[in-house]
């Protein structure tokens, strides 16, 4: 079992349409989660971190932590065009000092 | 522009023959990183650095080396380079390894071609 599994896609979404990311990861304790965003050819980019249960909102995303079922998500609102990129999920598992990262999950934001 | 960089961006080289890319950091950022990315494995990382002079292993060290004896630099070494380290490699620093200053910021990445 890998240590952060995300669902490769691709997820296609119309424009304007909520786009929903998910994660699980297998390390109970881990303690920080990250979202980052990658374009095709550049370096990925942070989203989003958040470390508590529950959702966390800046603007059109939300990151949602569910520690109990070891998952967490990240929504974007309003999707747009430039929204299209491969969205990485990255753990930082207990005591560890870097990041297990999933595989990405490609997303197409159809106009 | 303070950030994260990389060098050289693009690198083609030959089986056998020993490469460095280095990374550079203005943030004075304690934590560096290097990840290699290749498709259907995501990120991985290689070795990572908590401060000059101190550098551990990560998923998969071997065939590489690094060193830090400047807070800012963290140049890896490919010592004899084979076709299975053909990736694009990227750096990253954090301020911390825990806690709410882990973020990790990533370099351009240098993409590498093994002959």
């Known amino acids: 079992q890998k240590e952060v599994e995300q669902n490769s896609g691709p997820l296609s979404v119309p424009e304007g349409a909520i786009a929903s990311l998910n994660c699980t990861y297998s390390d109970r304790g881990s303690q920080s989660f990250f979202w980052y965003r990658q374009y095709s050819g550049k370096s990925p980019e942070l989203i989003m971190s958040?470390?508590?249960?529950g959702d966390k909102e800046d603007g059109r995303f939300t990151a949602q932590l569910n520690k109990a079922s070891q998952y967490v998500s990240l929504l974007i609102r309003d999707s747009q065009p430039s929204d299209s990129a491969t969205y990485l999920c990255a753990v930082r598992q207990t005591g560890a000092n870097n990041l297990f990262f999933g595989t990405g999950t490609r997303l197409t934001v159809i106009p | 522009d303070a950030g994260i960089t990389q060098s050289p961006r693009y690198k083609i080289t030959e089986t056998g023959r020993q490469v460095t890319l280095m990374c550079h950091q203005t943030?004075?950022?304690?934590?560096m990183f290097w990840y290699r990315q290749d498709l259907g494995h995501g990120l991985r990382l290689i070795y990572y650095s908590a401060a000059a002079d101190i550098t551990d292993k990560g998923e998969v060290p071997d065939g590489y080396v690094v060193s830090r004896s400047k807070t800012e630099n963290f140049p890896l070494t490919l010592e004899s380079a084979t076709r299975s380290q053909t990736s694009v490699y990227f750096c990253?620093?954090?301020?911390?390894?825990?806690?709410?200053?882990?973020?990790?910021?990533f370099g351009p990445g240098t993409r590498l071609t093994v002959l």
């Open positions: 958040i470390y508590s249960n």
């Open positions: 990253a620093s954090s301020e911390s390894g825990n806690g709410g200053t882990d973020t990790q910021y």
């Open positions: 943030w004075s950022h304690s934590y």
